[in-house]
């Protein structure tokens, strides 16, 4: 009988059991995590997304310090709450990571970002961010790792493969191995990794859950010259378009300067991401241009309309599939020979050369290419012929489970975090809502 069990060591679940060890030290927590622990994970395949630190281990590590960004906390909690526990985690980030730098662009540069983009069909979305970097994350992870050692259990290689309830309350878990654990209180932060386990035990539950729209498109690379005038000065840029042949959401996502391109396995599928180090630089700079997908009636499944985007576009190129810019528009493949001639070097050498527009449905592609065409005004050399598109990058977001203010579901003692509730995006809110839920159960929830 352990007072709180955690399924999932990522940044949701790791942010909890900080919260609960530092509250209270005679607590007894066990962690649950189906992937390796630190020191023995690699960023492989499958490997890359689970294991101790989750999907943070090989992020970037951009902490947005924004209520409007990453998350949906902002709908269950007020904005100054939420603001306080930005900060809050943040300054944990901070003091892991003493010298990640804060990117805030000052009033005058933001008018100026803001006008420009306005001319151009575009909303510039400011934002405070601070820069961990891939290898500096990775060292906080170690050190938290440390200190958590003694303080709680942890089991790892091991899946959780049930919740466990009596009534309408949580008595504990099964493990993969058939081990039973009870606790009173068990707080699920599978991540997005974990979503289709949480979807289950969601049903088998009764949990009232609500599809969260997919998230479609490519993963950007050109010249880290092209866009330094925005990366020096706010490291991420996040601009919203509506298309003007579709009236859609089109959005900048998840910018790299000097970053690389890299591909994120997801069950079996294979999709494109990007990072960047604080030490190490490459010429480019990534991000994404994605467009929220969203259905009605009869259809509600956007996670199988997303995989079965991505699934073709892994059929056609065995994998990712890169095309510059120019050919797409020319409605020619990219060739290794015409990809040797680029002059935007890829970062992501095993992505095959193809035709994006094989694969991409017409109203993405549109939206692409239309935004493209806007951030071009901003930052000229965005639309250029050797722009490359990695495709495709898919953001698949949990169902988002129905949940109180203090993250428990409709089961007693059953606490829902992280992106595996559907309710967060990133590190910063992930993190956010571990403490939520621990400070929950420490006020006697
Ligand atoms: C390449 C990449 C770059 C990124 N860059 C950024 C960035 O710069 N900034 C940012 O804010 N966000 C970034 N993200 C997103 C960020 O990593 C996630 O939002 C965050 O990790 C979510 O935290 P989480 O704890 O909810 O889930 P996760 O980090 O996904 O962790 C969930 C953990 O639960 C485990 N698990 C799942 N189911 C079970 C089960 N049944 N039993 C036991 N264990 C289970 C998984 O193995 C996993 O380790 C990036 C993601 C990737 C992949």
């Not at 942010?15 to 530092?22: H, K, Q, S, T």
């Not at 797409?328 to 290794?336: N, W």
């Amino acid at each position: 009988m352990a007072d709180v069990i955690i399924v999932g060591a990522g940044p949701a679940g790791i942010f909890a059991a900080l919260e609960l060890v530092g509250k209270d030290p005679g607590l007894d927590i066990v962690m649950v995590e189906q992937g390796n622990d630190i020191h023995a994970r690699t960023r492989s395949g499958k490997e890359m997304l689970i294991g101790w630190g989750g999907a943070g281990a090989y992020s970037d590590g951009k902490l947005t310090i924004s209520t409007d960004v990453g998350g949906q906390l902002s709908s269950l909690i007020s904005d100054e709450e939420l603001m306080g526990l930005l900060e809050q985690v943040d300054a944990v980030y901070r003091s892991y990571s003493p010298g990640a730098d804060l990117f805030c662009v000052g009033s005058d540069d933001a008018l100026a970002i803001a006008a420009q983009s306005r001319l151009a069909g575009l909303v510039y979305v400011p934002t405070r961010v601070r820069h961990i970097g891939t290898e500096n994350l990775l060292i906080m992870l170690e050190r938290v790792r440390g200190e958590l050692d003694s303080r709680v259990r942890m089991i790892f290689n091991t899946q959780v493969s049930e919740i466990l309830t009596q009534g309408d309350a949580a008595t504990g878990v099964v493990l993969s191995d058939g081990t039973v654990l009870h606790a009173r209180r068990v707080i699920a932060a599978p991540g997005r990794v974990g979503s289709g386990w949480m979807s289950l035990q969601a049903k088998k539950l009764g949990l009232q859950t609500h599809p969260n729209p997919v998230d479609l498109g490519v993963r950007v690379e050109l010249p880290a010259a092209v866009l330094e005038h925005l990366t020096s000065k706010a490291y991420e840029t996040k601009f919203i378009h509506y298309s003007r042949t579709f009236d859609d959401k089109v959005r900048t996502f998840c910018m790299n300067p000097y970053g690389e391109v890299v591909i994120e396995t997801l069950g079996d599928i294979v999709t494109v991401n990007g990072h960047s180090w604080a030490n190490k630089r490459t010429e480019n700079t990534n991000f994404a241009v994605l467009v929220s997908a969203d259905f009605t009636e009869p259809f509600d499944d956007p996670i199988g309309y997303g995989e079965s985007v991505a699934r073709l576009a892994n059929m056609l190129g065995k994998g990712v599939i890169v095309q510059r810019l120019g050919d797409l528009l020319g409605g020619r493949r990219t060739t290794e020979e015409r990809l040797a001639k680029s002059a935007t070097r890829p970062t992501l050498r095993q992505a095959t050369p193809g035709d994006l527009s094989f694969c991409i449905p017409y109203r993405i592609l549109t939206d692409i290419e239309e935004m493209l065409a806007g951030l071009d005004k901003v930052a000229p050399g965005v639309n250029a012929a050797h722009t490359l598109l990695y495709g495709i990058e898919v953001k698949f977001y949990s169902n988002r489970i129905r949940l109180g203010p203090d993250l428990q579901s409709q089961i007693r003692g059953l606490y829902v975090i992280g992106d595996g509730a559907g309710l967060t995006r990133g590190l910063i809110q992930a993190s956010c809502s571990g403490i939520i839920a621990a400070r929950a159960i420490l006020a006697g929830g």
